[in-house]
Protein backbone atom coordinates (compact mmCIF):
# COMPACT_ATOMS: atom_id res chain seq x y z
CA UNK A 1 0.00 0.00 0.00
CA UNK A 2 1.37 3.44 -1.33
CA UNK A 3 -0.38 6.31 -0.06
CA UNK A 4 1.52 8.34 -1.93
CA UNK A 5 -0.21 7.05 -4.56
CA UNK A 6 -3.28 8.95 -3.57
CA UNK A 7 -4.21 12.47 -5.23
CA UNK A 8 -6.50 13.03 -2.03
CA UNK A 9 -3.39 12.25 0.54
CA UNK A 10 -0.92 14.98 -1.69
CA UNK A 11 -3.63 17.56 -1.55
CA UNK A 12 -4.59 16.86 2.41
CA UNK A 13 -1.01 17.56 2.82
CA UNK A 14 -0.88 20.46 0.70
CA UNK A 15 -4.00 21.80 2.67
CA UNK A 16 -2.24 21.56 6.13
CA UNK A 17 1.02 22.97 4.84
CA UNK A 18 -0.87 25.90 3.50
CA UNK A 19 -2.46 27.06 6.96
CA UNK A 20 0.65 25.85 9.01
CA UNK A 21 2.84 29.02 8.55
CA UNK A 22 4.92 27.84 11.91
CA UNK A 23 7.28 25.19 9.26
CA UNK A 24 8.67 28.94 7.82
CA UNK A 25 10.19 28.78 11.66
CA UNK A 26 11.79 25.22 10.76
CA UNK A 27 13.51 25.90 7.69
CA UNK A 28 17.41 24.46 7.20
CA UNK A 29 16.65 22.91 10.48
CA UNK A 30 17.29 19.40 11.42
CA UNK A 31 14.50 17.50 12.82
CA UNK A 32 14.83 13.62 14.38
CA UNK A 33 11.45 11.39 14.61
CA UNK A 34 12.07 8.06 16.27
CA UNK A 35 8.65 5.87 15.80
CA UNK A 36 8.54 7.35 12.15
CA UNK A 37 6.38 4.21 10.69
CA UNK A 38 3.42 5.19 13.56
CA UNK A 39 0.38 6.89 13.03
CA UNK A 40 1.30 10.11 14.10
CA UNK A 41 5.01 10.47 13.38
CA UNK A 42 4.64 9.25 9.97
CA UNK A 43 2.33 12.41 8.93
CA UNK A 44 4.88 14.58 10.72
CA UNK A 45 7.42 13.55 8.46
CA UNK A 46 5.52 13.68 5.69
CA UNK A 47 4.26 16.83 6.27
CA UNK A 48 8.18 18.17 6.28
CA UNK A 49 9.16 15.91 3.33
CA UNK A 50 6.30 17.88 1.23
CA UNK A 51 6.93 21.06 2.56
CA UNK A 52 10.70 20.76 1.51
CA UNK A 53 9.27 19.64 -1.84
CA UNK A 54 7.21 22.81 -1.99
CA UNK A 55 8.96 25.27 -0.53
CA UNK A 56 12.56 24.24 -0.54
CA UNK A 57 12.96 24.38 2.95
CA UNK A 58 15.61 22.76 3.37
CA UNK A 59 14.89 20.40 6.54
CA UNK A 60 17.05 17.61 7.55
CA UNK A 61 15.00 14.58 8.71
CA UNK A 62 16.31 12.22 10.36
CA UNK A 63 13.89 9.10 10.78
CA UNK A 64 15.16 6.67 13.73
CA UNK A 65 13.95 3.10 13.77
CA UNK A 66 14.35 -0.75 14.13
CA UNK A 67 14.47 -1.63 10.48
CA UNK A 68 15.96 0.62 7.47
CA UNK A 69 14.14 -1.15 4.79
CA UNK A 70 10.67 -0.65 6.53
CA UNK A 71 11.59 2.84 7.10
CA UNK A 72 12.46 3.27 2.97
CA UNK A 73 9.62 1.65 1.71
CA UNK A 74 7.10 3.42 3.94
CA UNK A 75 8.93 7.25 2.74
CA UNK A 76 9.89 5.78 -0.71
CA UNK A 77 9.01 8.93 -2.37
CA UNK A 78 11.87 11.07 -0.76
CA UNK A 79 14.28 7.51 -0.47
CA UNK A 80 16.68 9.53 -2.58
CA UNK A 81 16.47 12.72 -0.89
CA UNK A 82 19.87 14.29 0.40
CA UNK A 83 17.54 15.81 2.75
CA UNK A 84 16.46 11.66 4.56
CA UNK A 85 18.68 10.16 7.18
CA UNK A 86 17.84 7.12 8.26
CA UNK A 87 19.23 5.66 11.71
CA UNK A 88 18.66 2.27 12.75
CA UNK A 89 19.28 1.19 16.27
CA UNK A 90 18.83 -1.89 18.67
CA UNK A 91 16.15 -0.91 21.17
CA UNK A 92 17.57 -3.34 23.32
CA UNK A 93 20.80 -1.58 23.79
CA UNK A 94 20.64 1.39 26.18
CA UNK A 95 22.17 4.52 24.24
CA UNK A 96 22.47 2.82 20.46
CA UNK A 97 19.96 5.43 18.95
CA UNK A 98 22.42 8.40 20.75
CA UNK A 99 25.42 6.91 19.84
CA UNK A 100 24.54 7.87 16.18
CA UNK A 101 23.30 11.17 16.36
CA UNK A 102 25.18 13.95 14.58
CA UNK A 103 25.75 16.96 16.19
CA UNK A 104 23.48 19.42 14.22
CA UNK A 105 20.05 17.80 15.66
CA UNK A 106 17.68 21.04 15.60
CA UNK A 107 14.19 19.50 17.47
CA UNK A 108 13.53 16.02 18.70
CA UNK A 109 10.06 14.42 18.12
CA UNK A 110 10.12 11.23 20.70
CA UNK A 111 7.09 9.06 19.25
CA UNK A 112 8.55 5.60 20.19
CA UNK A 113 6.81 3.13 22.32
CA UNK A 114 4.43 0.42 22.31
CA UNK A 115 0.54 2.20 21.95
CA UNK A 116 -0.94 -0.88 21.29
CA UNK A 117 -3.68 -2.34 23.30
CA UNK A 118 -2.60 -5.90 22.77
CA UNK A 119 0.71 -5.40 23.30
CA UNK A 120 0.01 -2.85 26.54
CA UNK A 121 -1.31 -5.70 28.08
CA UNK A 122 0.84 -8.73 26.85
CA UNK A 123 4.25 -6.75 27.42
CA UNK A 124 3.69 -4.06 30.04
CA UNK A 125 7.30 -4.33 31.45
CA UNK A 126 8.25 -2.96 27.74
CA UNK A 127 5.67 -0.56 27.63
CA UNK A 128 6.56 0.94 30.38
CA UNK A 129 10.92 0.54 30.20
CA UNK A 130 11.15 1.79 26.68
CA UNK A 131 9.55 4.56 27.24
CA UNK A 132 11.47 6.15 30.07
CA UNK A 133 14.80 4.77 29.27
CA UNK A 134 14.91 6.08 25.94
CA UNK A 135 13.92 9.10 26.75
CA UNK A 136 15.90 10.25 29.65
CA UNK A 137 19.00 9.22 26.76
CA UNK A 138 17.46 11.53 24.50
CA UNK A 139 16.83 14.56 26.88
CA UNK A 140 20.89 14.26 27.99
CA UNK A 141 21.69 14.55 24.25
CA UNK A 142 19.27 17.34 24.19
CA UNK A 143 21.42 19.10 26.79
CA UNK A 144 24.51 18.08 25.92
CA UNK A 145 23.99 19.74 22.43
CA UNK A 146 21.38 22.68 23.23
CA UNK A 147 18.86 21.74 20.86
CA UNK A 148 15.60 24.33 20.39
CA UNK A 149 13.30 22.02 21.55
CA UNK A 150 11.97 18.19 22.31
CA UNK A 151 8.40 17.24 22.08
CA UNK A 152 7.49 13.75 23.84
CA UNK A 153 4.52 12.19 22.69
CA UNK A 154 2.57 11.26 25.39
CA UNK A 155 -1.27 10.03 26.22
CA UNK A 156 -4.55 10.99 27.50
CA UNK A 157 -4.49 8.12 29.43
CA UNK A 158 -2.07 9.68 31.83
CA UNK A 159 -5.29 11.43 33.35
CA UNK A 160 -6.45 7.89 34.49
CA UNK A 161 -10.44 8.17 35.72
CA UNK A 162 -12.90 10.41 37.86
CA UNK A 163 -16.56 10.52 38.75
CA UNK A 164 -17.09 13.74 36.50
CA UNK A 165 -15.18 12.36 33.21
CA UNK A 166 -13.86 14.57 30.87
CA UNK A 167 -13.11 16.76 29.21
CA UNK A 168 -9.97 17.06 30.91
CA UNK A 169 -7.91 20.60 31.15
CA UNK A 170 -3.98 19.32 31.53
CA UNK A 171 -4.19 20.01 35.30
CA UNK A 172 -7.29 17.26 35.58
CA UNK A 173 -5.72 13.86 36.89
CA UNK A 174 -7.72 11.31 38.28
CA UNK A 175 -7.05 7.86 39.44
CA UNK A 176 -4.91 5.02 38.30
CA UNK A 177 -4.63 1.68 39.67
CA UNK A 178 -1.07 1.83 39.57
CA UNK A 179 -0.50 -2.32 40.46
CA UNK A 180 -2.43 -3.05 37.06
CA UNK A 181 0.39 -4.57 34.46
CA UNK A 182 -2.17 -2.59 32.07
CA UNK A 183 -1.56 0.67 34.10
CA UNK A 184 1.59 0.55 32.93
CA UNK A 185 1.41 2.40 29.86
CA UNK A 186 -0.08 5.31 31.48
CA UNK A 187 2.17 5.25 34.61
CA UNK A 188 5.05 5.34 31.91
CA UNK A 189 3.65 7.83 30.23
CA UNK A 190 3.31 10.20 33.68
CA UNK A 191 7.10 9.18 34.35
CA UNK A 192 8.57 10.47 31.18
CA UNK A 193 6.20 13.74 31.33
CA UNK A 194 8.24 14.43 35.00
CA UNK A 195 11.19 13.44 33.16
CA UNK A 196 10.34 16.51 30.64
CA UNK A 197 9.20 18.89 33.48
CA UNK A 198 12.73 18.05 35.48
CA UNK A 199 15.25 18.39 32.66
CA UNK A 200 13.52 21.73 31.66
CA UNK A 201 13.62 23.70 35.17
CA UNK A 202 16.97 21.61 36.29
CA UNK A 203 19.18 22.16 32.87
CA UNK A 204 17.26 24.29 30.81
CA UNK A 205 16.25 21.88 28.76
CA UNK A 206 13.36 22.98 26.30
CA UNK A 207 11.08 20.12 26.71
CA UNK A 208 7.27 20.03 25.70
CA UNK A 209 4.59 17.62 26.06
CA UNK A 210 1.66 16.45 23.60
CA UNK A 211 -1.33 14.84 25.17
CA UNK A 212 -3.34 13.51 22.12
CA UNK A 213 -6.54 11.82 21.66
CA UNK A 214 -7.56 9.49 19.96
CA UNK A 215 -5.81 9.42 16.35
CA UNK A 216 -6.89 8.23 13.07
CA UNK A 217 -6.46 8.40 9.35
CA UNK A 218 -4.39 6.43 6.79
CA UNK A 219 -1.28 6.60 8.18
CA UNK A 220 -1.59 3.38 10.22
CA UNK A 221 -0.09 0.57 10.05
CA UNK A 222 -1.89 -2.14 8.76
CA UNK A 223 -1.17 -4.33 12.04
CA UNK A 224 -2.61 -1.32 14.60
CA UNK A 225 -5.59 -2.57 16.40
CA UNK A 226 -6.63 0.34 17.74
CA UNK A 227 -10.24 0.15 16.75
CA UNK A 228 -10.16 3.31 14.98
CA UNK A 229 -7.59 2.32 12.35
CA UNK A 230 -8.65 -1.40 12.54
CA UNK A 231 -12.43 -0.65 11.51
CA UNK A 232 -11.13 2.19 8.42
CA UNK A 233 -9.00 -0.93 6.98
CA UNK A 234 -11.77 -3.10 7.51
CA UNK A 235 -14.35 -0.51 5.95
CA UNK A 236 -12.15 1.08 3.07
CA UNK A 237 -11.71 -3.10 1.80
CA UNK A 238 -15.76 -3.38 1.94
CA UNK A 239 -16.29 -4.95 4.80
CA UNK A 240 -18.73 -4.31 7.29
CA UNK A 241 -18.34 -3.52 11.16
CA UNK A 242 -18.73 -5.54 14.24
CA UNK A 243 -18.53 -3.66 17.62
CA UNK A 244 -18.51 -6.14 20.62
CA UNK A 245 -19.46 -3.24 22.71
CA UNK A 246 -21.64 -0.53 22.72
CA UNK A 247 -19.00 2.18 22.20
CA UNK A 248 -20.31 4.29 24.68
CA UNK A 249 -17.07 5.96 25.44
CA UNK A 250 -16.78 9.60 24.81
CA UNK A 251 -13.41 10.30 23.01
CA UNK A 252 -11.03 13.23 21.42
CA UNK A 253 -10.72 11.71 17.84
CA UNK A 254 -8.19 13.50 15.60
CA UNK A 255 -7.64 13.52 11.83
CA UNK A 256 -3.82 12.71 12.16
CA UNK A 257 -2.83 15.69 9.75
CA UNK A 258 -4.45 17.73 12.48
CA UNK A 259 -2.43 16.13 14.95
CA UNK A 260 0.58 16.36 13.67
CA UNK A 261 -0.08 20.00 12.65
CA UNK A 262 -0.68 20.83 16.46
CA UNK A 263 2.54 18.54 17.42
CA UNK A 264 4.31 20.73 15.25
CA UNK A 265 3.08 23.91 16.62
CA UNK A 266 3.21 23.11 20.31
CA UNK A 267 6.89 22.41 19.40
CA UNK A 268 7.58 25.68 17.41
CA UNK A 269 5.15 27.54 20.14
CA UNK A 270 4.90 25.50 23.06
CA UNK A 271 6.07 26.85 27.25
CA UNK A 272 8.98 24.52 28.22
CA UNK A 273 7.95 21.63 30.64
CA UNK A 274 4.17 22.61 29.76
CA UNK A 275 1.55 20.13 28.58
CA UNK A 276 -0.67 20.43 25.75
CA UNK A 277 -3.88 18.53 25.01
CA UNK A 278 -4.45 17.90 21.39
CA UNK A 279 -8.26 17.63 20.25
CA UNK A 280 -10.22 19.23 17.81
CA UNK A 281 -13.71 20.44 19.52
CA UNK A 282 -15.08 19.26 16.18
CA UNK A 283 -14.63 15.92 16.79
CA UNK A 284 -15.66 15.14 19.96
CA UNK A 285 -18.02 11.46 19.76
CA UNK A 286 -18.40 8.34 21.15
CA UNK A 287 -16.97 5.26 19.73
CA UNK A 288 -19.93 4.13 18.38
CA UNK A 289 -20.55 7.86 16.53
CA UNK A 290 -17.21 7.63 15.24
CA UNK A 291 -17.12 3.78 13.93
CA UNK A 292 -20.10 4.97 11.99
CA UNK A 293 -18.64 7.64 10.12
CA UNK A 294 -16.44 5.00 8.80
CA UNK A 295 -19.28 3.20 7.89
CA UNK A 296 -20.97 5.58 6.03
CA UNK A 297 -18.27 6.92 4.37
CA UNK A 298 -17.44 3.24 3.17
CA UNK A 299 -20.65 2.49 2.75
CA UNK A 300 -21.17 -0.57 4.71
CA UNK A 301 -22.83 -2.20 7.32
CA UNK A 302 -22.04 -1.41 11.26
CA UNK A 303 -24.10 -3.80 13.95
CA UNK A 304 -23.08 -4.64 17.52
CA UNK A 305 -22.63 -8.19 18.94
CA UNK A 306 -21.60 -8.01 22.36
CA UNK A 307 -19.49 -10.55 23.90
CA UNK A 308 -19.85 -11.09 27.57
CA UNK A 309 -16.25 -13.26 27.69
CA UNK A 310 -14.36 -11.35 25.63
CA UNK A 311 -11.23 -10.31 28.04
CA UNK A 312 -10.98 -6.45 28.13
CA UNK A 313 -8.31 -6.63 30.41
CA UNK A 314 -6.03 -4.13 27.47
CA UNK A 315 -9.13 -1.67 26.93
CA UNK A 316 -8.60 2.00 27.64
CA UNK A 317 -10.32 2.04 31.43
CA UNK A 318 -11.67 5.66 31.19
CA UNK A 319 -15.50 5.94 30.40
CA UNK A 320 -14.86 9.88 29.15
CA UNK A 321 -11.46 10.68 27.84
CA UNK A 322 -12.05 14.27 26.00
CA UNK A 323 -9.97 16.62 26.04
CA UNK A 324 -10.21 20.26 26.59
CA UNK A 325 -8.17 22.11 23.56
CA UNK A 326 -8.08 25.98 25.10
CA UNK A 327 -4.70 25.79 25.79
CA UNK A 328 -3.34 24.24 22.19
CA UNK A 329 -6.12 26.89 20.43
CA UNK A 330 -4.28 29.63 22.45
CA UNK A 331 -0.95 28.29 20.30
CA UNK A 332 -3.11 29.96 16.89
CA UNK A 333 -3.33 26.14 16.08
CA UNK A 334 -7.07 25.47 14.46
CA UNK A 335 -7.84 21.85 13.61
CA UNK A 336 -8.82 21.54 9.51
CA UNK A 337 -11.02 17.89 9.44
CA UNK A 338 -14.06 17.41 11.88
CA UNK A 339 -15.20 13.91 11.94
CA UNK A 340 -17.12 13.46 9.37
CA UNK A 341 -14.25 14.90 6.43
CA UNK A 342 -11.55 13.37 8.36
CA UNK A 343 -13.21 9.69 8.29
CA UNK A 344 -14.19 10.16 4.44
CA UNK A 345 -10.84 10.85 3.74
CA UNK A 346 -9.41 8.14 5.49
CA UNK A 347 -11.65 5.53 3.44
CA UNK A 348 -10.95 7.42 0.05
CA UNK A 349 -7.20 7.89 0.62
CA UNK A 350 -6.82 4.24 1.91
CA UNK A 351 -8.71 2.80 -1.18
CA UNK A 352 -6.32 4.83 -3.59
CA UNK A 353 -3.21 3.26 -2.33
CA UNK A 354 -4.39 -0.40 -2.15
CA UNK A 355 -5.03 0.20 -5.76
CA UNK A 356 -1.24 1.45 -6.66
Not at 32 to 57: P, T, V, W
Not at 327 to 351: N, P, Q, V, Y
Request: hydrophobic share 35%; proline share 4%; with cysteine.
Amino acid sequence: MNLYQSNLYISDLDYVIENLDILNDMRGSSVLIIGARGLICSAIADILFRYNEKADAGIHIYLAGRDSAKIKSRFSRYADSEYLKVLEYDSDKQGDLISKLPNEISYIIDGIGPSSPGDINSYPLTSLYTNVALLKDLLQYADSAHIKGLLYISSSEVYGTRPEGGPFKEDDYGWIDILSPRSSYACGKRSCETLCACFSKEKNVRALIARPGHVYGPTARTDDDHIASAFALEAAKGHDLNMNSPGLQRRSYCYMLDCASAMLTILDKGMSGNAYNISNPESVLSIYGMMSQFADAAGVNLSISIDDKKNRAGDNPMPDSSLDSDKLLSLGWKGLFDAGEGAGHTIRILKEAMQS
